[in-house]
């Protein structure tokens, strides 16, 4: 899932790298384009090493919690099913009840975790990658590339085989 939202992320954010070109009466002039692959800058940044280690530690904990909550249910699914024949048929319905309340409160607290995990994952990981964005058109600039382009796999780039900004970039990051 990480790796979905960073590259739909990258893919947005990239649109953004392309400079205008130098046109001189309707020509082209002098075009010069690099290339980075932005999502191994990006998955590679320390910040996003942390981040990731956040959000697996995060996701890991309710995990936990969910398997609790599953534990439970199915305890007293056990103790219900043992005392069925002991029980008045209102009893049983009443138990049938709580258990698919349980059953619904897991199922919702499912649904707040997945939803908590991506927010928490936009709110760390946004700042990264306009960060590694701005860096990236930076270095672009400073080195005289008129285009930037993402040799991400299935970014649309076939053949990188101009400049790659990867080294630089890094450098300015400072790692």
Do not use: C, W
């Amino acid at each position: 899932m990480l790796k979905k939202i960073i590259l739909l992320s990258i893919i947005f954010l990239s649109t953004n790298l392309v400079a205008q070109t130098k046109v001189s009466e309707g020509i082209a002039t002098n075009t010069k384009v690099a290339h980075i692959n932005t999502y191994e800058l990006i998955t590679s940044m320390p910040e996003m090493v942390e981040v990731k280690k956040q959000l697996d530690q995060f996701y890991n904990d309710r995990q936990n919690e969910i398997r609790e909550m599953e534990s439970a249910l199915r305890i007293k699914i056990e103790l219900y099913q043992s005392e069925v024949p002991e029980k008045t048929d209102q009893e049983n319905k009443e138990r049938l009840e709580e258990i698919q309340g349980m059953e619904d409160n897991i199922r919702l607290y499912m649904d707040q975790v997945y939803q908590e995990l991506e927010k928490k994952q936009k709110e760390l990981t946004e700042p990264i990658l306009e960060k590694a964005m701005k860096v990236i058109q930076e270095v672009g600039k400073e080195n005289g590339f008129d285009y930037v382009l993402d040799s991400s796999k299935n970014q649309g780039l076939i053949l990188a085989n101009g400049v790659d900004l990867m080294q630089k970039v890094k450098i300015k990051l400072g790692f």
